[in-house]
Nanobody, 124 residues
Framework: QVQLVESGGGLVQAGGSLRLSCVASGRTFSSYAMGWFRQAPGKEREFVAGIGWSGTMRYNTDSVKGRFTISRDNAKNTVYLQMNILKPEDTAVYYC?????????????????WGQGTQVTVSS
């Protein structure tokens, strides 16, 4: 079992920045690919970014290209999402997810564990 706890969400003005953190506990963190997803009211959960155990990254380039950066610190069992130049359409609940011993992918159904989510609200 892996427990994931997100933090760092909040209210920010358009153009601002936030850094989300997700701390994992339980099994060996470095064995997991980690992903960030988001879900806005009335919309499906959307892949934002993923990172493999060795640092391989992938992004939903259409929505976050050049603005968001995913990173991980295996010594701290933590994955981060640095979000810059935030837009009102980035408003959503952001979730981190873990996928055991496989590369990061964009399909939510392929992740094994999920956090409870953290709200990000971007005002115009």
């Amino acid at each position: 079992q892996v427990q994931l706890v997100e933090s760092g969400g909040g209210l920010v003005q358009a153009g601002g920045s936030l850094r989300l953190s997700c701390v994992a506990s339980g099994r060996t963190f470095s064995s997991y690919a980690m992903g960030w997803f988001r879900q806005a009211p009335g919309k499906e959960r959307e892949f934002v970014a993923g990172i493999g155990w060795s640092g391989t990254m992938r992004y939903n380039t259409d929505s976050v290209k050049g603005r968001f950066t995913i990173s991980r610190d295996n010594a701290k069992n933590t994955v981060y999402l640095q979000m810059n130049i935030l837009k009102p359409e980035d408003t959503a609940v952001y979730y981190c997810a873990a996928r055991f011993n496989r590369p990061p992918v964009s399909a939510a159904r392929d992740y094994d564990y999920w956090g409870q989510g953290t709200q990000v609200t971007v005002s115009s």
